[in-house]
Antibody
Framework: QVQLVESGGGVVQPGRSLRLSCAAS????????MHWVRQAPGKGLQWVAVISHDEGHIYYADSVKGRLTISRDNSKNTLYLQMNSLRAEDTAVYYC??????????????WGQGTLVTVSS | DIQMAQSPSSLSASVGDRVTITCRAS??????LAWYQQKPGKVPKLLIY???TLQSGVPSRFSGSGSGTDFSLTISSLQPEDVATYYC?????????FGQGTKVEIK
């Protein structure tokens, strides 16, 4: 069965960096676009970034452009989110998600359990 | 960027009631719209995609409709297990924006 397991969250000071990972199993990782979505405490879902199956297409939400970088290693079945210049407003649970079909323009049918990132001094 | 506006932001209805949530896009998005359910403390779950296609395993009391800018999610007979927040999401062009969510409670 499809499994997505995020890791790398924690407490970090403003301006510092963090790298999140999402280990995927139970499907052909290299065939699907993957997303990062975040949810601040008590708030709604906010889409962060998407990467196509072959890294040929990458898109970001305006609020994270230039600071967050999505990448993947298909040989390791792992999705990453490099987070630089972190701000208090980046505090959230970060979910990775698999698209229902190969293309990037498809909804998310499986979600990880999420990893909490807290940006605080 | 295309914005997604959901209404209402919350609702309270009785078991067995028909419940409708709407989602309006600021520009046309064809049928590139999904609906998700998030129960308290849980991860989101895909209910409907392509505006009206029911995801496998989702009860048939859930249905979606619409195209272009106006969409709706309907629960034909509200059940206690449907207590959750519901989100729409567009997935065309270069932004996969979510609506702000609709919290559904039992009266």
């Amino acid at each position: 069965q499809v499994q997505l397991v995020e890791s790398g969250g924690g407490v970090v000071q403003p301006g510092r960096s963090l790298r999140l990972s999402c280990a995927a199993s139970g499907f052909t990782f290299s065939s699907y676009a993957m997303h990062w979505v975040r949810q601040a405490p008590g708030k709604g879902l906010q889409w962060v970034a998407v990467i196509s199956h072959d890294e040929g297409h990458i898109y970001y939400a305006d609020s994270v452009k230039g600071r967050l970088t999505i990448s993947r290693d298909n040989s390791k079945n792992t999705l990453y989110l490099q987070m630089n210049s972190l701000r208090a407003e980046d505090t959230a649970v970060y979910y990775c998600g698999k698209t229902i079909a190969g293309p990037t323009h498809a909804p998310i049918d499986y979600w990880g359990q999420g990893t909490l990132v807290t940006v605080s001094s | 960027d295309i914005q997604m506006a959901q209404s209402p932001s919350s609702l309270s209805a009785s078991v067995g009631d028909r419940v409708t949530i709407t989602c309006r896009a600021s520009q046309g998005i064809s049928n590139y719209l999904a609906w998700y359910q998030q129960k308290p403390g849980k991860v989101p779950k895909l209910l409907i995609y392509a505006a009206s296609t029911l995801q496998s395993g989702v009860p048939s009391r859930f249905s979606g409709s619409g195209s272009g800018t106006d969409f709706s999610l309907t629960i034909s007979s509200l059940q206690p297990e449907d207590v959750a927040t519901y989100y729409c999401q567009k997935y065309n062009s270069a932004s996969w924006t979510f609506g702000q969510g609709t919290k559904v409670e039992i009266k």
